[in-house]
């Protein structure tokens, strides 16, 4: 009798070991969230300022494209650019764009870009949302997708359209429209 009460209490507290050892996860109630009520379409018009040249770069070349490469694949740079309402580079900025953008196309000029538009004013202030995709910068039109988000942002998905607005190879200026439609809570 003792020893079928030990056998038990061993079995019980292997039991207990297995299921502790999973307490890392649990499922919660969305309920405590309310996603469907609190979901929100949120369209942001921002103009992209990139500068490779000049006094103060915005960007960085980390890596440089092998060598007879004339579409830039296997660059690497590192930017950290303005974010305005409006297309002059004096226009009120609202964040940075942060992030890597790298050559990884060969036969065209397509750039994967990773990064954090991350927000410093108004109610966005602290804010950021993530885009990760391809960028053939000589479309005129590109998607790319929103992948996530946090503080106002948290659970983002959604897609950004970039348009250039203008191109300067000599100075190595670029301004481009990102229209950024995002479904956030
Ligand atoms: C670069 O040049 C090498 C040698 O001529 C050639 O084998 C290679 O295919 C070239 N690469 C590209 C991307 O043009
Ligand atoms: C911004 O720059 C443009 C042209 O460079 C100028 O016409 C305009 O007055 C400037 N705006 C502000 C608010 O400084
Ligand atoms: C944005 O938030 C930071 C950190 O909380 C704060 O220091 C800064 O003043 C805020 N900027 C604006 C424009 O509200």
Known sequence: MIKLILILVAEISLLTSIASAGDFARTMNKKLIDLQKHETLTHLRLYWHDSIGGQKPSSVM?????SNSSSLFGSISVMDDALTTDVMKNSTVVGQAQGIYAGAAQGEIGFLMVMNFAFTTGKYNGSTITILGGNAMLEKAREMPVVGGSGMFRFAR????ARTKFYDPKSGVAIVEYNCYVLHY
């Open 158 to 161: 959604g897609y950004v359209e």
């Open 62 to 66: 980390i890596q440089q494209p092998i």
